[in-house]
């Protein structure tokens, strides 16, 4: 693997430069939408699945989407709320918890030798009921200062015209394929660092306040996904799909997330979506391990 395929590195690097060198970020934020529908029409480029398997899929896919929306979401909000209250971090917590899960979910649960084809449906059930879930969740638990039409436009935008665009490229996929990874590391990196440095003086100024966002990331991410892998191996549940639905129970989209945060709402509320990438990282190291522990 090439050091611009390496996706680790494109979480934090950025982070690192953001820090250091925040004076371009206003700049860069400004192009944020751009670089995000790119980074998602090449990744949705993974869902390659047919009408059938969808049928198919369809009783997984569900309970993939209720463990991403009902367990994972609730779990945030309600950390959030204990610990971030009527603070513009709680507002990136919902957020967080009204996107749908990550599209990495689908090669991390190749590469952990789970059902492929539950994290494919479920990543497609998911991004299609985000232009319901998200909005709904958005203005139920921040309020009467949302404007909900604006969230279902943006939503619109940096969902249905990747899915769009995406369906183009599986057309011709000898025009991605090669560089398909160091273009999304890039786009990512991109949003990262104009978060980041937007936020800078908060995270260099005042570090202890920042404690309660990164419980609660720890907490909700490595908490329902653990229990998940656990109970539903207890349950019989096949190995490779309790990967899958382990994996959809602690992965949100953070690029989404900040994305739809900066656009909308505050540069402070865009922040637990970055760093949540470093997070999920982690998880996914974590969970190998346990996977071959037990």
Same mark, same amino acid.
């Given at each position: 693997m090439s050091l611009l395929e390496n $996706?680790?590195?494109?979480f934090t690097v950025p982070i690192i430069i953001g820090l250091a060198y925040p004076q371009l970020s %206003?700049?860069?934020?400004?192009? +944020?939408? %751009?670089?995000?529908?790119v980074a998602a029409t090449l990744s949705l480029t993974h869902m390659k699945t047919s009408r059938k398997d969808i049928r198919r899929n369809a009783p997984v896919s569900l309970k993939a989407v209720l463990l991403?929306?009902?367990?994972?979401?609730?779990? $945030?909000? +309600?950390?959030?709320?204990?610990?971030? %209250?009527?603070?513009?971090?709680?507002?990136?917590?919902?957020?967080?918890?009204?996107a749908p899960p990550a599209v990495?979910? +689908?090669p991390f649960t190749y590469l952990l030798k789970g059902d492929t084809k539950a994290a494919l449906g479920g990543e497609l059930l998911s991004y299609l009921l985000a232009l319901g879930f998200a909005p709904l969740i958005t203005f139920v638990f921040i309020g009467q200062s949302v404007d909900v039409f604006e969230i279902v436009k943006t939503l619109s935008l940096i969902i249905l015209l990747p899915l769009f665009l995406s369906r183009l490229l599986l057309r011709h996929p000898h025009y991605t394929d090669r560089y398909q990874k160091i273009i999304v590391n890039?786009?990512?990196?991109?949003?990262?660092?104009s978060v980041i440095g937007l936020n800078h003086e908060a995270i260099l100024m005042e570090p202890l306040s920042l404690a309660p966002v990164f419980a609660v990331h720890l907490l909700a991410v490595f908490i329902p996904g653990t229990l998940v892998y656990?109970?539903?191996?207890?349950?019989?549940?096949?190995?490779g799909r309790c990967i899958a639905y382990t994996l959809f129970s602690s992965i949100k989209n953070g690029g989404?997330?900040?994305?739809l945060a900066l656009i909308l709402f505050s540069p402070a509320a865009s922040l637990p979506g970055a760093i949540h990438g470093p997070f999920t990282i982690a998880f996914f190291l974590f969970f190998e391990y346990?996977?071959?522990r037990c």
């Open positions: $996706t680790a590195l494109f %206003p700049l860069t934020g400004a192009f +944020i939408i %751009p670089f995000f529908i991403s929306y009902g367990l994972l979401s609730s779990v $945030t909000i +309600i950390l959030a709320y204990l610990l971030l %209250p009527n603070t513009d971090y709680f507002t990136g917590f919902v957020i967080l918890a009204a990495a979910v +689908i890039f786009c990512f990196g991109f949003i990262n660092y656990f109970i539903g191996r207890k349950m019989n549940v096949e190995k989404m997330t900040a994305t346990l996977l071959r």
